[in-house]
Nanobody, 117 residues
């Protein structure tokens, strides 16, 4: 199983960024997936989740600003980040949605997002 997050970088407050998660070694279309983030000195948290059927949910802190989506044909998940804030600065990871409850070893290195002027 490989879950590779990419697309991070430096962005100004109020700007936007699109993260991608390429999955391999899994039946992507059958699995609920999630975007997570870990800010310096803080615990990792679930940011957004998407079910195999496409239903979504978001952490209150990103609701209305972030959009999670998936392309099952490409085994890829996305996180569109709009109106970013300095508090969105973190390393972002993708993983199974169930990883929010049962940890696993598929976190990878994540992709770093820095929101700063």
């Amino acid at each position: 199983v490989q879950l590779q997050a990419s697309g991070g970088g430096l962005v100004q407050p109020g700007g936007y960024l699109r993260l991608s998660c390429a999955a391999s070694g899994i039946i992507f279309s059958s699995n609920a997936m999630g975007w997570y983030r870990q800010a310096p000195g803080k615990r990792r948290e679930l940011v957004a989740g998407i079910a195999s059927g496409g239903s979504t949910h978001y952490a209150d802190s990103v609701k209305g600003r972030f959009t999670i989506s998936r392309d099952n044909a490409k085994s890829t998940m996305y996180l569109q980040m709009n109106s970013v804030k300095p508090e969105d600065t973190a390393v972002y990871f993708c993983n199974y949605l169930r990883a929010a409850y049962v940890d696993n070893d598929y976190w990878g290195r994540g992709t770093e997002v820095t929101v700063s002027s």
